[in-house]
């Protein structure tokens, strides 16, 4: 089994072997990772038929996905700490397991409550697993190294949700909606025959007088985790820009198809744009890590969406709501999320060398509980208007960028505070 050596901020890898081990590292926490997206999107083109098979309605099949995202966020709060405690791989290939028993239980659900149960424990299942792959990436690098790797990873993350709603069309058309379930089991299926045999333990061994895992030590790393000013700092950033992007893709359909006239057949092209921006700029932050840190760079990412989205406010108080100009905008704001999550996951991360599972778990619940929020907003507020939309992005923007200032400071921007676990 190979080892990944850990790596300190800036410390080169030192030669073609390091380095073809951090590719591998960086596919297979990816094709871990991507296991999130393909369960969220893959089914969405399935969800009239499956209503239609329940015998309910289309809207009560969307609230499988509610579901789901809640088990997820439960599940990387209840088995990130875990991992810390027992190791990363017993946890993942754990998760991977249950997700693939769910999925497979899907394909033969009959009622709408099985669907909601299965969903939930199905998610679980992903959130155990995926939990652990910004903590693999912490537990062999840190620093620059760590944010090239997690530039590595976001690209799968933005690529995914891209395809996956077309690999479910495809599915759906060849058998029906349960096919969608066994691809997903099918692929669990490959993660559980390739990760035990290419992904090493990258947890450190506990040492003899470390207590075992417990309810109060999971609380009091949660706890130690909330009081890091710092870290919460650069965790509520990396929230902030997810319900930014969440704003926009939650009205993206409105703003493109209805206000702007937009057809059918180009919304993919426009939304997919907004991919190709991100994916731009993930690439550019990995070449920029070698000359410049990951907080600087957060706060160049975030700089840019508080720009982009006072440009979209004064553009559309002045009437110059036109495609031409919006859709760049809106591009930009989005776009600039390849550079502010891994910048900001690294560097919160940075903090805690021997709870990163614990630490990733939390800023992952944040993220979605982000997301989640601010897309029921905009869309509970049904409004025929860019307002509400634009005004969520702005908003996200300035917290993003005065909080980040306020409780990660200018030490711990310049990288002067000593981590700590």
Same mark, same amino acid.
């Given at each position: 089994?190979?080892?990944?050596?850990?790596?300190?901020?800036?410390?080169?890898?030192?030669?073609?072997?390091?380095?073809?081990?951090?590719?591998?590292l960086?596919?297979?926490?990816?094709?871990?990772?991507?296991?999130?997206p393909?369960?969220?999107?893959?089914?969405?083109?399935?969800l009239?038929?499956?209503?239609e098979?329940?015998?309910?309605?289309?809207?009560?099949?969307?609230?499988?996905?509610?579901?789901?995202?809640?088990g997820f966020?439960?599940? @990387?709060? !209840?088995?990130?700490?875990?991992?810390?405690?027992?190791?990363?791989?017993?946890v993942?290939l754990?998760?991977?397991? $249950?997700?693939?028993?769910?999925?497979l239980?899907i394909t033969?659900?009959?009622?709408?409550?099985?669907?909601?149960?299965?969903? %939930?424990?199905?998610?679980?299942?992903?959130?155990?697993?995926?939990?652990?792959?910004? &903590?693999?990436?912490?537990?062999c690098f840190?620093?620059?190294?760590? &944010?090239?790797?997690?530039?590595?990873v976001a $690209? !799968?993350?933005?690529?995914?949700?891209? #395809?996956?709603?077309?690999?479910?069309?495809?599915?759906?058309?060849?058998?029906?909606?349960?096919?969608i379930?066994?691809?997903?089991?099918?692929?669990?299926?490959f993660?559980? $025959?390739?990760?035990?045999?290419?992904?090493?333990?990258?947890?450190?061994?506990?040492?003899?007088d470390?207590?075992?895992?417990?309810?109060?030590q999971?609380?009091?790393?949660?706890?130690?985790?909330?009081?890091?000013?710092?870290a /919460?700092?650069y965790a509520?950033?990396?929230?902030?820009?997810?319900?930014?992007? %969440?704003?926009?893709?939650?009205?993206?359909?409105?703003?493109?198809m209805?206000h %702007?006239? $937009?057809?059918?057949?180009?919304?993919?092209?426009?939304?997919?744009?907004n991919?190709?921006?991100?994916?731009?700029?993930?690439?550019?932050?990995?070449?920029?890590?070698?000359?410049?840190?990951?907080?600087?760079?957060?706060?160049?990412g !975030?700089?840019?969406?508080?720009?982009a989205?006072?440009?979209?406010v =004064?553009?559309l108080?002045?009437?110059?709501?036109?495609?031409?100009?919006?859709?760049?905008?809106?591009?930009?704001?989005?776009?600039?999320?390849?550079?502010?999550?891994?910048?900001?996951?690294?560097?919160?991360?940075?903090?805690f060398?021997?709870?990163?599972a614990?630490?990733?778990?939390l800023?992952?619940?944040? @993220?979605?509980?982000?997301?989640?929020?601010?897309? /029921?907003? #905009?869309?509970?507020l049904?409004?025929?208007?860019?307002?509400?939309?634009? =005004?969520?992005?702005?908003?996200?923007?300035?917290?993003?960028?005065?909080?980040?200032r306020?409780?990660a400071?200018?030490?711990?921007?310049?990288?002067?505070?000593?981590?700590?676990?």
């Open positions: 089994m190979q080892e990944f050596p850990v790596l300190s901020a800036g410390r080169p890898t030192g030669g073609d072997v390091d380095k073809r081990q951090t590719r591998q960086a596919l297979l926490v990816a094709a871990n990772t991507a296991l999130a393909l369960a969220i999107d893959a089914y969405l083109p399935a009239p038929a499956m209503a098979a329940l015998d309910t309605s289309v809207h009560h099949t969307e609230l499988s996905l509610s579901i789901f995202l809640l966020s439960l599940g @990387q709060l !209840i088995f990130g700490p875990l991992s810390d405690r027992i190791g990363r791989k017993p993942l754990s998760g991977i397991f $249950v997700f693939l028993l769910a999925s239980a033969q659900v009959d009622s709408l409550e099985g669907l909601y149960a299965l969903r %939930f424990v199905q998610a679980l299942g992903g959130g155990a697993s995926v939990v652990n792959s910004s &903590a693999i990436v912490r537990d840190s620093g620059r190294e760590a &944010a090239k790797v997690l530039s590595t $690209v !799968i993350m933005m690529l995914a949700p891209l #395809i996956a709603p077309a690999i479910g069309s495809l599915l759906l058309g060849l058998a029906g909606w349960w096919l379930f066994a691809f997903l089991a099918a692929y669990a299926a993660l559980l $025959v390739v990760l035990p045999f290419r992904l090493p333990e990258t947890r450190r061994h506990r040492e003899a470390e207590p075992p895992a417990s309810i109060a999971v609380a009091r790393d949660y706890v130690s985790v909330m009081r890091h000013g710092p /919460m700092g509520i950033t990396q929230a902030m820009g997810f319900g930014g992007m %969440f704003a926009f893709i939650t009205a993206s359909p409105y703003v493109y209805e %702007f006239g $937009v057809t059918a057949s180009w919304y993919p092209a426009l939304f997919g744009a991919i190709l921006f991100m994916f731009t700029a993930n690439r550019l932050n990995v070449r920029l890590l070698s000359r410049m840190s990951p907080p600087r760079l957060l706060r160049i !975030i700089g840019i969406q508080l720009l989205a006072c440009l979209l =004064l553009a108080a002045l009437g110059l709501d036109h495609l031409a100009l919006m859709a760049p905008l809106l591009m930009l704001f989005v776009g600039a999320n390849g550079m502010v999550a891994p910048n900001a996951i690294s560097s919160a991360l940075e903090y060398p021997r709870i990163s614990t630490a990733n778990a800023i992952g619940s944040l @993220q979605f509980a982000s997301g989640a929020l601010i897309g /029921m907003l #905009i869309a509970g049904a409004l025929d208007s860019l307002w509400p939309m634009i =005004l969520g992005m702005l908003g996200t923007a300035l917290v993003s960028n005065i909080l980040l306020v409780l400071g200018r030490r711990a921007l310049a990288r002067h505070a000593a981590p700590s676990d």
